[in-house]
């Protein structure tokens, strides 16, 4: 187990706000799962070599002016880049527009993965392409997406229930300390879930394989 209340930060880079409030849901399932404290940490703002602490990092992005990165992920990448994030997991995920941009859908994500593979963290989270309606991106290695892909552009139903799916994979993958792991820490993580999920008025019980639940996220949805 890592250092209590260190396990996961969440990082994003947004222009217009859509990347921020996912970065949101994706801390909220991942504070249920794992309890603690998940910052939520604007790019522009934050300090690279506060995120080696972490045992999970997770970066989400926007694709912009047709497969670039927002402007300030351009500009932290460098300092990004130089990390040493050996023994630590990275997750990312991108928020795009399929319709709009079928040939750069998400491509930050493909973007972020390739430079951030220097820091030696270890790439989960990887996440089917087949559920979206696109033609190319760099996101793209064999079929699967190199983070999650989330598009509020054209599927904004569809987000909570990816969040919710997409974290818990993540969590499984980093070998964090959360549900169905280690035992103790599984206890408490279970509770502090079903206490939010009573607090979110969901109601959820446990989540057999593959069914799809009313996430902790979707209360964060505006
Ligand atoms: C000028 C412009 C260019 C865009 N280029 C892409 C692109 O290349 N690929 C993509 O998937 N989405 C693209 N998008 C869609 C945005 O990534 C999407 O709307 C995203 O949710 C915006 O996130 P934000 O609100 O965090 O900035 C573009 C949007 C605009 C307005």
Known sequence: MGIAGRHAVVVYST????????????????????????????VAYVDPAELAGYDLVVLGACTWNVG?????????????????????????????????????????????????????????????????????????????????????????????VRVCAWVERVVAEASLPGRGSIASDDNRATGERAGAAEGAGSGHGTRAEGQALRPVAADHLG
């Open 15 to 42: 222009l217009f706000g859509t990347t921020a409030r996912v970065a949101e849901l994706v801390a909220a399932e991942l504070r249920a799962l794992l309890g603690g404290r998940v910052p939520t940490l604007d």
């Open 68 to 160: 670039q990165l927002p402007p300030d992920l351009e500009l932290r990448l460098p300092q990004l880049e130089a990390l040493d994030l050996r023994g630590k997991a990275l997750a990312l995920f991108g928020t795009g527009d399929q319709a709009g941009y079928p040939d750069t859908f998400v491509d930050a994500i493909g973007i972020v993965a390739d430079r951030l593979e220097a820091t030696g963290a270890r790439l989960v989270g990887r996440w089917p392409a087949a559920d979206y309606g696109f033609s190319a991106s760099l996101a793209l290695r064999g079929g699967e997406l190199l983070g999650l892909a989330v598009d509020e552009d054209n599927e904004p139903e569809l987000t909570a």
